[in-house]
């Protein structure tokens, strides 16, 4: 029976073959039509359809991006399970397992494979383990001017529309960028990315954990992005360490830079010292009077803010800064919100750009052959920092081990005040890189203890690494607190080799 009927059609559509063809050849421009309109009809959807809550797999996601980079080795921590452990990376733990040998159970200092994470390490980062694409462009780069010209392409805040405009943008034209973000404004769920105005949310964990995961660099920019300079010990503590913690605490775990808000507190040794015993390598000051990327003098660094509210919106103008490129000077281009419509991009949301200007940077940046990298690819970035500072001073030196060791090395508390002061604890002791070292007091008799005016005390602590351990550098950091209301924090670098 259907063969018949297969045959009768046949029969006809060659009885009405005039009509056919025209048909056909209507057929075929609505066709033509219908796949030319569909990135605009999509577009106009996304931004002007209600607002619903997206679903992970409707966020812009750089699952297939030009770059790759190592994978990521995490070693089990006590205390550590199954579900926790998937919980701070954003990777189902069957995801895990099956990365694994598909292991049901895990034991300390086991390492495990965390599946589509990079390792930002300075031995497994962006540029140090990408592909042979980007070495490519680095050689092209260099070739078109007779040395590297480094640009870095830095977002503020943390808003949600550089997630949804400017991610495929970058995706496209294979940059690196690195994201400085508001710990306390990030989402906890997933935010829709239809808005249809410029007043943008901030982006959620899921998100940030998705630019990390493809290899972009995730800065922080303090918990409230509060002065700097107004904090008290308490202020620092929430608005540096806290924050750190956050970011760690999802899965975000290899933070070298600090953003300093507004350029506040970068010319206060109190707010840098503070930073640096935190355990950041670096304070990112985009304003006078000292602005650059403080703590790193290999090279010279000039930021330009991009947007409405500083004039440099034209083409010509961004050419024009970038062109102060160099072997020895980085240009950083700082971007915030990247809006879709020109309209949104005025007196009333001043540190914006639009999509089409900001593609046009980007583009003019890939075809003109400019080294565009992340701050940790540049030459001597993740050299070790000193500490001290504060009317507490803590210092350590650098630990020195091989991996399956156990070493004792020691905190140096001195007190600089005119009074007495007694430790209380030490708290918060963790690894602020990869948690493949551990640390913890060696004798918890050694405090509470009093300390005289310009007494200095020493603190045993007991470092292992387990058999596992991959040879870089680690930073420990930890929270010493005491009776005057300072609890200064520190930061112990261990080199495992």
């Not at 980079?69 to 579900?83: E, F, H, K, N, R």
């Not at 995801?95 to 694994?100: D, H, L, P, T, Y």
Request: glycine share 6%; hydrophobic share 35%.
């Amino acid at each position: 029976m259907r063969e018949r009927k297969r045959r009768r059609t046949r029969t006809t559509i060659r009885s009405k073959s005039g009509i056919l063809k025209v048909s056909c050849a209507l057929t075929f421009l609505l066709i033509l039509l219908a796949v030319a309109s569909a990135p605009v009809f999509s577009n106009i959807f996304q931004h002007r359809s209600s607002r619903t809550a997206a679903s992970p797999s409707a966020l812009p996601s750089p699952s297939s991006p030009s770059f790759s980079c190592a994978p990521y080795s995490y070693t089990v921590q006590p205390g550590d399970a199954l579900s926790t452990i998937a919980q701070r990376f954003g990777v189902p733990w069957g995801e895990i397992a099956q990365a694994n040998n598909n292991i049901q159970s895990i034991s300390v200092f086991e390492p495990l494979v965390i599946p589509g994470i990079c390792d930002h390490t300075p031995a497994g980062n962006w540029a140090s383990a990408t592909t042979a694409s980007y070495f490519s462009a680095i050689a092209a780069a260099a070739a078109y001017s007779g040395a590297p010209r480094y640009v870095v392409i830095r977002f503020d805040d943390g808003y949600q529309d550089q997630f949804v405009n400017a991610l495929p943008v970058l995706q496209e034209y294979d940059l690196p960028a690195a994201f400085m973000t508001i710990t306390a404004a990030i989402q906890n769920g997933i935010i829709p990315n239809n808005k249809v105005s410029y007043d943008w949310e901030y982006m959620s964990w899921q998100e940030i954990q998705t630019l990390y995961k493809a290899g972009y660099e995730i800065a922080d920019h303090s918990a409230t992005e509060a002065e700097m300079n107004q904090q008290t010990q308490a202020g620092l503590y929430y608005q540096v360490v806290q924050s750190r913690q956050a970011m760690i605490s999802h899965g975000i775990t290899y933070i070298p830079d600090f953003c300093l808000p507004y350029g506040d507190g970068g010319d206060n040794n109190t707010v840098t010292s503070y930073i640096y015993n935190a355990g950041f390598l670096h304070a990112w000051n985009a304003y006078p009077p000292l602005q650059g990327i403080l703590n790193y003098n290999t090279l010279t660094t000039t930021w330009y803010p991009i947007d409405y509210a500083d004039n440099d919106l034209s083409l010509a103008q961004f050419q024009s800064f970038a062109s102060q490129a160099s072997s020895s000077n980085v240009v950083g281009f700082e971007f915030h919100r990247i809006e879709i419509n020109s309209a949104w991009v005025n007196s009333t949301n001043p540190y914006s750009i639009t999509l089409k200007q900001f593609k046009q940077d980007m583009s003019y940046l890939k075809s003109a052959g400019y080294t565009v990298v992340l701050p940790t690819s540049l030459p001597e970035y993740n050299a070790t920092v000193s500490s001290g500072g504060g009317a507490l001073s803590v210092s350590t030196s650098e630990v020195s081990m091989s991996p399956g060791q156990t070493v004792q090395t020691t905190l140096t508390v001195t007190n600089t005040e005119s009074n007495s002061v007694t430790l209380q604890s030490l708290t918060n002791f963790q690894s602020s890189g990869y948690p493949n070292v551990v640390a913890w007091m060696s004798d918890s008799a050694q405090l509470p203890a009093t300390l005289a005016s310009g007494v200095s005390y020493k603190i045993s602590i007991t470092v292992q690494a387990s058999s596992s351990t991959q040879a870089r550098t680690y930073y420990l950091t930890g929270q010493i607190n005491a009776n005057n209301s300072e609890s200064p924090t520190f930061s112990v670098p261990v080199s495992v080799s």
